[in-house]
């Protein structure tokens, strides 16, 4: 999973021999915990979305969105996946100065 | 389909051993992940719920900077708040 500037595939770390019938089952295990975890990911990144761009661009609720509700909730939801990359960015960096 | 404890189990120590190792790297990478979408639910509201457009300009980013810092920051006190209330 590489989503949002995260992650990436960093499978490449050497590992002691196993069998290959062993090996196989240790892929497909480790793929669906990736699986899981994506799925998480996802959901919770969609309630966010979904939560704030909703408090954001709709004023008097009704079905179906106009197209200016439609067109806010788009800028709304690029201008949040930008923000968490810019939170993302500063948290991380502030992980590894020492002092915290 | 079996879960994966009934797969786990099927496992040498070996091979258990490098599936916890993946579990703690995954875990501690959704933890992050799970804090900034956190982090950016909280100031996003702050910092970024007047403007419209697509784009985070330089205010707003300086914004979300320090509401993420302010927290983090909130949160260091609270714990040394705690800490000095044991002793």
New interface residues.
């Given amino acids: 999973m590489s989503f949002l500037g ?2 990436g595939n960093k499978s490449t770390e050497t ?2 021999v ?1 069998d290959p019938t ?2 196989e ?2 892929n ?3 793929n ?3 699986q899981e ?1 994506a799925t ?2 996802a959901t ?2 969609v309630n ?1 979305l979904t ?2 761009c909703f ?2 661009c709709i004023q008097k609720p009704k079905h179906p969105l106009n197209n200016d509700e439609e067109r ?1 909730i ?7 996946m ?3 990359n ?3 960015q ?3 960096s ?2 590894n100065q020492k002092d ?1 | 389909m079996e879960s994966v404890q009934q797969q786990v189990s099927q496992l040498s120590a070996e091979a258990q051993k490098e599936v916890l190792a993946f579990i703690q790297k995954e875990s501690a990478q959704a933890k992050i992940q799970s804090s900034v979408t956190s982090f950016t639910d909280r100031c996003f509201t702050k910092c970024c719920s007047e403007g419209s457009g697509s784009t985070v300009n330089a205010v707003e980013e300086q914004c979300l900077r320090g509401c993420l810092n302010a927290f983090l920051d909130t949160n260091i006190k609270v714990v040394h708040i705690l800490q000095s209330m044991q002793k």
């Fill in positions: 995260f992650g590992t002691p196993l062993q090996q089952l240790v497909k295990i480790k669906e915990i990736q975890l998480g990911y919770s990144l966010a939560e704030n408090n954001k806010c788009e800028d709304c939801s690029g201008k949040f930008r923000s968490w810019i939170i993302s500063s948290y991380i502030r992980i915290l």
